[in-house]
Structure formats: structure tokens, C-alpha cells
């Protein structure tokens, strides 16, 4: 009787974690489906690119069937599964198809800059393009924090879009946090340090007065973090600001937009900077570049 009561509970007990252990696989299931990925239009998110794909393969979906891709369709694909996709799913497609990748800082095309050249992939539209020019490979906005991000919420560009201030406060703000690139951003708060006519700040401030301060600038710094592109960068684009960013690969996503493309930051200076700004207000700019309509319509132009 003993033994067959210690049988009983060695199994009950075993039935227990087994439950437990899928009611927690079942958890992270539901928090992964349960994610909003819906696009943030009219704003650039990953998401709204993600949302003209046909076929998905990133962290919550991998079942793209290969013989369902037709010719010319979209496939997004996360920036970090690229060597899953390359090695498992590229082999198996047989009809040209349009590429997008997006939502990772892992910067492209990189180790699989081979694929351009393969007649399968018509065009390959890419967030955070690195170092590389190909007639194939165009380089597309990082934009706003997707919508299931805290951050991401839109209520707090869109409000901050209405109080746009008129009159700029400061001429020139920094708060870049050093956790995402430490090397690259340091040496932007080192240079501006002694210089009076930057505001710099090295702490988190909540979202919505974070906007405020860029709304309050005439020029915002924007280092690249954990990608070459950076959201600061294109929320101070939103917000009546003139980004200022180091030239790279992915200035061509920057074209005909108010933003400052430097080689180092020891050439901003605050006479630079107020000539620089008088020149700019004079000119005039795409603004449709700034907006998910236009891109979603250039990619889908190579359908």
C-alpha cells in the first residue's frame, strides 16, 4: 500500500510540472500572439512595413511554405533571422520576390551581401543598411518604436505633435542613454561637454517630456545606438527638429529631408549651427518621405 501511494504521488507530481510547464509555454505563447502589431499610420514603424508583407518569417512566425511564394510578392523577413532564412527558405523559393527586413539592429545585407546578386530577389528594401552600395539594396527608415513597445504608443508622438513649440528654447539638445552604443555616444558627450550652447542631458526622462525637449530645439544630436539608424532621429523629425547624424550608408533614406549629415561632430559649432539653421528654413523638403504612405507605395511600385 505504501509503495503504491508513493507510485501514485511520484506521478501526480510529475503530472503537476508537466502542467506547469505547459501552462507556462502556453503563457509565452499568448504574450507573443497577443503582441499589437498593428502599423502606427500615418508614422514609419517596422510594423507597417511588416503589414504589406505576404509572407512573414520573424520571431512570432516561421511558416512561410515556399511553394505558396508567387512571383513578385513581398516577403519581410527580421533582420536577425536572416541566416535561418537565407540557409532554410531562400533555397526553396523559386519565383522572384521583393525583400524587406526590418525590426532588429542587426545591420544589412552583411555576411549575406552574396544574395544581391541572386536573379530571385528582385529588390531588397532594408532598415539599418551598413557600409554597403548595391543597385538592389535600398536603405528604409528605422522611424518610431513599434505600437506593443511602451514607448511605442501613439498617443504620446501625436500629442506631442500638437504642442509643437513656434518658438525654439534651445539650439542644440542631447540625451542619447550610453546602454545602446556606449563607445559612439560617450564621444558625443564628450565633445559637447564644455560647449554652452548644447543642453545635455545623461538621464531617462518620461516620454512625454522627452518629446518636449525636442520640440523645444532647433537641432537635435542623434548618434547611432544598437543599429546605424536611430528613432531619436526620426522622432525629431516629427517633432520640428533637424536631426543631426553622422554620414553613413543610410543617408539616402535622409535625402531631401532637414537633416544634418556631418562627418564628425567636432564641425558643429554654435555659428555652424545658426547658419546651417538659417539656410535650412529656406529650403524646401519631401515631406511625404516622413510618412509610411511613402514608402509602403516605392515598394510596392517594384510589384
Not at 511558416?63 to 531562400?90: A, C
Amino acid at each position: 500500500m505504501k509503495l503504491l501511494l508513493s507510485v501514485n504521488s511520484y506521478v501526480s507530481r510529475q503530472n503537476m510540472l508537466f502542467i506547469s510547464l505547459l501552462f507556462c509555454f502556453v503563457s509565452l505563447f499568448s504574450i507573443a500572439e497577443s503582441k499589437d502589431r498593428r502599423p502606427t499610420l500615418p508614422f514609419i514603424t517596422g510594423d507597417a512595413f511588416r503589414s504589406i508583407a505576404d509572407h512573414i518569417f520573424d520571431v512570432e512566425i516561421q511558416d512561410i511554405n515556399p511553394d505558396n511564394v508567387k512571383e513578385r510578392d513581398v516577403i519581410f523577413v527580421s533582420s536577425n533571422r536572416l541566416r535561418e532564412f537565407f540557409g532554410i527558405v531562400h533555397p526553396k523559393i523559386h519565383s522572384r520576390y521583393i525583400l524587406i527586413t526590418h525590426n532588429s539592429d542587426t545591420g544589412v545585407p552583411g555576411e549575406f551581401s552574396s544574395f544581391l546578386n541572386d536573379e530571385k530577389i528582385l529588390v531588397w528594401f532594408g532598415q539599418n543598411v551598413t557600409n554597403y552600395v548595391h543597385e538592389k539594396l535600398i536603405p528604409i527608415p528605422i522611424g518610431l518604436t513599434n505600437r506593443y513597445n511602451s514607448l511605442g504608443d501613439p498617443v504620446h508622438i501625436e500629442s506631442a505633435m500638437k504642442r509643437i513649440a513656434r518658438k525654439k528654447k534651445y539650439l542644440l539638445y542631447l540625451n542619447a542613454p550610453l546602454h545602446t552604443n556606449r563607445n559612439v555616444r560617450e564621444k558625443a558627450y564628450k565633445y559637447f561637454e564644455d560647449k554652452n550652447f548644447c543642453v545635455k542631458v545623461r538621464r531617462r526622462v518620461p516620454v512625454d517630456r522627452f518629446f518636449d525637449h525636442i520640440s523645444r530645439s532647433k537641432f537635435v544630436v542623434s548618434p547611432r545606438g544598437n543599429g546605424l539608424d536611430c528613432h531619436r532621429t526620426w522622432e525629431a523629425l516629427y517633432l520640428g527638429a533637424i536631426p543631426i547624424v553622422i554620414k553613413s550608408s543610410m543617408d539616402s533614406a535622409f535625402e531631401d529631408l532637414p537633416v544634418l549629415t556631418i562627418s564628425s561632430w567636432e564641425e558643429v559649432t554654435e555659428a555652424y549651427l545658426l547658419e546651417q539653421y538659417s539656410n535650412m528654413k529656406k529650403k524646401k523638403y519631401m515631406f511625404d518621405k516622413l510618412y509610411a504612405k511613402y514608402w509602403l507605395d516605392l515598394i510596392k511600385s517594384y510589384k
